[in-house]
């Protein structure tokens, strides 16, 4: 094997915990380390060397390392608590590696299920990681490859770049500082809170906390803290900064950011045979020639108006005493105001794609995790390394060439450095029999599993016994990794949410996996018609609080997605079809190369929405609004997306889509006329001059 330098951080470290591990309980002074390690050997200054050392601790650590400080008196390497004595470093290997864990197989899927619940966050990175560690079994490949974990597509983590952060900052409850943007506030402010609780109640992240300033408890979505959470100082103690109280309800959390209300019931005037989406689940109490009147209950009333008000001129709400009537009018009047209002100086450029880099953490954990699995067996497999490791082909074979250069320091023990040997698609590592298995999860990948899996067992559609082999490998991951991370995982509680659509969730989650066909009438909202479809069922996910099917559709011979809301009559086949690759994407949006491109000011209240657009060009504005050029699939979509959300989705060009969507929306509006509510006028839509 040809070697390549590797990255000097990965080098370094490792050197640092294979002298510590050659060391033993004894342990080593630090004066030991800087002599022995070449990269502190050499370090330019004393302070470098300071952040080196407390940096490379840090890492150790963080994969999992039990590595202690403690202090001796003499060399029989006895704790003191005498400030004069000497400082040590040790790694206490009884606490090292992890202890044996036999899974059942179905118990081995659930922890797949909780492993594909992260995936695309950097908590997924730690759980792939956790999960190739904490299973043994030599049929795990096997049992990989022919899983159903990828049938239901939906994460926990979304896009919040803030999510991991916090999670290590809720399992100490520490007082934070970060600075947050009301909606409509024109600047954001600085909160201070204690960190309780993470929750997902609608797919969306919020942190609940005691805020400082306030004395009291509050709720903060993460998409709307705009600094990084850094730990701020308890200025009156835990009387001014309680921690999370046992009792907490977060039932009350949940129902106040989803909207929940008590069931009411309202009276709409549709469009003869149009608002096919209002029409799922209405009772119709008189049809006539133009125009039909239909009862429809609901428990959601902002998300109701906005459906309303999107259906624009096709559904009125018939009742001007209806709490719904003002609340449609209302995001009519703001939709208009927003485009009458001046145009805000942006310029368009192309979003930065964030670098998949390993940190070095990841890379020496890599390192570590390699070993230990393959002196577990004596050899692994090359294919079943890289699944567990979670690397392709090519980046194995740039690990296993790093692995060369490390191990004992080459400058203190020439010759000691790893040896990989790879024979017939079976790699062993000599020279590192010092790191004898796996290590121990870390407290956040430990928590990260947990947390997967209590969410897990709520997918719908599993059986009794997927269910209880979901808690059972629960209690497993608990049993080997201690109470610190049962307390952990209390504070991050997560789920899955489909809104009131489980029920048929379940059903087609059960058609996916078993790879039947299924028949449904679906209301498509582009084209405001109601089709019969046969559609192969690939997977259940969910965006913007909608679950969606990802499905082969035969009637239209391609890939679609339906949203869950929009489908009615399915019925379950005995026909089997052909297992066909999922979307390599969890994107909802398709392009079928005929989309109008459209530039959208989001308010800064929907921002997050910009990146399920998949937007080709973006500008933040200090408002904290996004502008973001996008591909809809027709221009009536703009139409109803303004209405739906109130002014917060604000068409700037093309030129002719503005002035259709100002125009759509003076029809609708012209249908709550009364003598309370005018049609506002002088409505004309500004022209973008001189914007990039």
């Known amino acids: 094997m040809t070697a390549a330098a590797p990255a000097r951080s990965t080098e370094r470290i490792v050197s640092l915990l ?158 934070i500082r970060f600075s947050y943007r009301k909606v409509h506030a024109e600047r954001p402010e600085t909160r201070t809170v204690r960190a309780w609780t993470l929750t997902n109640p609608t797919g969306v992240w919020y942190l609940v906390g005691w805020d400082l300033d306030r004395g009291q408890q509050r709720t903060f979505r993460l998409t709307r803290i705009e600094s990084d959470p850094v730990p701020a100082p308890e200025r009156g103690g835990t009387e001014e900064a309680p921690f999370r109280p046992r009792d907490l309800d977060l039932a009350a959390v949940h129902a106040a950011v989803s909207g929940e209300r008590t069931p009411a019931a309202t009276r709409l005037r549709l469009a003869a045979g149009r608002a096919v989406q209002l029409r799922l689940g209405s009772e119709l109490l008189e049809a006539g020639a133009d125009a039909d009147l239909v009862r429809l209950s609901y428990t959601r009333p902002a998300e109701m108006a906005g459906s309303i008000a999107a259906a624009g001129p096709l559904a009125t709400v018939t009742d001007p005493d209806d709490p719904l009537h003002a609340a449609v009018v209302a995001l009519m009047d703001s939709a208009l105001a927003a485009h009458a209002a001046p145009v805000p100086e942006y310029t368009l450029t192309a979003p930065r ?59 203190q023990f020439a010759g000691e450095q790893f040896e990989v040997h790879e024979h017939e698609g079976r790699i062993r590592i000599t020279q590192a029999e010092r790191i004898s298995g796996p290590l121990r999860l870390s407290i956040p990948e430990a928590a990260a599993l947990v ?23 629960l209690h497993k991951i608990l049993d080997a990794s201690g109470p610190e991370v049962h307390r952990a995982g209390e504070g991050i509680v997560a789920g899955f949410d489909v809104g009131p659509h489980a029920a048929l969730a379940g059903r087609l989650h059960a058609a996916v996996r078993d790879r039947r066909l299924v028949r449904f009438r679906y209301h498509a909202a582009a084209t405001d018609e109601s089709t019969q479809r046969t559609v192969e069922p690939l997977r259940l996910t969910a965006e913007s609080g909608h679950g969606y099917l990802q499905a082969w559709c035969q009637t239209s011979e391609g890939l679609r997605n339906f949203r869950l809301d929009r489908i009615e009559s399915l ?48 500008a933040h504005l200090e408002d904290g609004s996004v502008v973001a050029e996008v591909r809809l699939a027709r221009p009536d979509y703009a139409h109803e997306q303004a209405a739906r959300f109130g002014g917060e989705f604000r068409v700037l060009a093309p030129r002719q889509v503005a002035e259709s969507t100002v125009e759509w929306l003076r029809r609708a509006r012209n249908g709550y006329v009364t003598d309370c509510s005018p049609l506002p006028g002088g409505i004309t839509v500004p022209a973008p001059d001189g914007v990039a």
């Open 571 to 618: 019925e379950e086949t005995s026909e089997v079809f052909e297992t066909r690759d999922l979307p390599t994407s969890d994107r909802l949006f398709m392009s079928h190369g005929d989309e109008t491109t459209v530039t959208v000011h989001f308010g800064h209240r929907i921002r997050d929405l910009v990146p399920g657009f998949d937007p080709e060009r973006t």
């Open 18 to 175: 294979w002298v510590l591990l050659a060391n033993g309980r004894r342990g080593v002074s630090r004066d030991y380390l800087v002599k022995a390690v070449d990269a502190y050997a050499v370090s330019t200054s004393p302070a470098a060397l300071e952040k080196m050392f407390t940096r490379d601790k840090e890492v150790l650590r963080g994969i999992g390392v039990p590595l202690e400080a403690f202090t001796v008196q003499d060399e029989t390497g006895f704790d003191s608590s005498d400030p004069g004595t000497e400082t040590r470093y040790r790694i206490d290997e009884e606490r090292m590696y992890l202890p044996t864990v036999p899974f059942s197989n179905g118990e081995r899927l659930a922890l797949m299920r909780a492993e594909s619940a992260w995936a695309g966050s950097d908590l997924g990175h730690a759980v792939v990681r956790a999960l190739g560690r904490v299973d043994a079994g030599e049929d795990w490949l096997d049992t990989r490859s022919a899983s159903d974990h990828e049938a239901f597509g939906v994460r926990l983590a979304g896009a919040d770049r803030y999510l991991t952060e916090l999670g290590d900052l809720v399992r100490e409850q520490a007082v």
């Open 451 to 473: 947390i997967g899996l209590r969410a897990a067992a709520g997918i719908p559609g599993l059986s009794d016994q997927e269910r209880q082999d979901t808690d059972t490998a």
């Open 353 to 411: 794609r964030r670098r998949n880099r390993r940190s070095d953490r990841d890379r020496v954990a890599a390192v570590v995790d390699a070993i230990g699995l393959a002196n577990r067996r004596d050899g692994i497999s090359r294919t079943e390394l890289a699944e567990r490791l979670n690397v392709r082909d090519r980046e194995l074979d740039a690990l296993l060439n790093e692995l060369w250069f490390c191990g004992m320091p080459e400058r």
